[in-house]
């Protein structure tokens, strides 16, 4: 009976240490996706629509310009610093995994567009060996700087820039309209697996989100509005892939969502990991009293 209890107990710690790594890989804000509204109405041309959702969808381009010292073992990349200059185009508000109904990319007078406009910096070493079992890159995020846009005619270009330091100048942008800007605190963490030509990534700007005049009337509730963001997805392709051992500069695509939070909380994977030993030991006590 005791082998048995043993093993049922060793069952659960690792189902629940699985749990707890899997919430712990996932989005920062993964508990939890704050709520928000959308005035679209306040778009020229676009019809009064007030939809509530908790994030949007997004497809993104970038350049990465990173930079190898030899610093490291083998000199392979060891925190080496790296640019990153791109632009989302997103795709739907969605309220979970619900799209209401809205004017964003619509056809005709009233649809519009919205877009980002993104600059990053950091530090990028290659992991070997590593757990996952394939070396990978592992790029740290510490500065950045973030601008959102409504395009009213949808008529606004965007290009990748020919290097990750050079901001993207996009045009046709006569009508565009600044939603809000988030200029510092940047952070999280990106990773290049496999032939290093595809990855995920998570960008947190941290308690530095502020609307303009405009914003506030698309972006109208809550108010305060949040003040945090979190951009996170998958990189599709990278192209040339990335190099552990030379410097490169490479095209990045790929897709994902944004949340916004109030505040940045403290890594859930400890407080999970935390609560998940203490209640299986609180049942192994338990088991122990019984028998």
Do not use: C
């Amino acid at each position: 009976m005791k082998s048995v209890r043993k093993a049922l107990i060793k069952g659960a710690l690792s189902a629940a240490l699985a749990g707890v790594f899997a919430v712990a890989g996932s989005s920062a804000f993964a508990l939890g996706e704050p709520i928000f509204q959308v005035q679209e109405g306040v778009v020229p041309g676009s019809a009064p629509n007030l939809i509530t959702v908790n994030n949007w969808n997004f497809n993104y381009t970038a350049t990465i310009s990173q930079t190898h010292t030899s610093s490291g073992e083998g000199n392979f990349l060891n925190n080496d610093p790296f640019t990153e200059s791109g632009f989302f185009r997103a795709g739907s508000f969605f309220n979970a995994a619900v799209a209401p109904p809205q004017q964003l990319n619509g056809f005709g007078a009233g649809g519009y567009g919205f877009y980002g406009l993104f600059t990053l910096g950091g530090t990028a070493t290659f992991i070997f060996p590593s757990a996952r079992g394939d070396p990978f890159i592992q790029a740290t995020f510490t500065t950045g700087t973030l601008r959102l846009f409504v395009d009213p005619l949808q008529d606004t270009t965007l290009a990748a820039p020919v290097n990750g330091s050079t901001a993207v100048v996009p045009g046709n942008t006569a009508d565009d309209l600044l939603v809000g800007t988030a200029l510092t605190g940047a952070g999280g963490e990106a990773h290049l697996f496999g032939a290093l030509a595809g990855g995920d990534f998570e960008v947190i700007w941290a308690n530095s989100f502020v609307r303009t005049a405009f914003g506030t009337t698309f972006f109208p509730s809550p108010n305060p509005f949040y003040v945090s963001l979190d951009l996170n997805g998958n990189t599709t392709s990278v192209v040339p892939p990335g190099n552990p051992l030379f410097s490169f500069t490479s095209t990045a695509d790929g897709a994902g969502r944004t949340i916004f939070a109030n505040v940045i909380p403290e890594p859930t994977s400890l407080l999970l990991l935390g609560t998940g030993l203490l209640a299986i030991g609180f049942r192994s006590r338990r088991n122990k009293r019984a028998a």
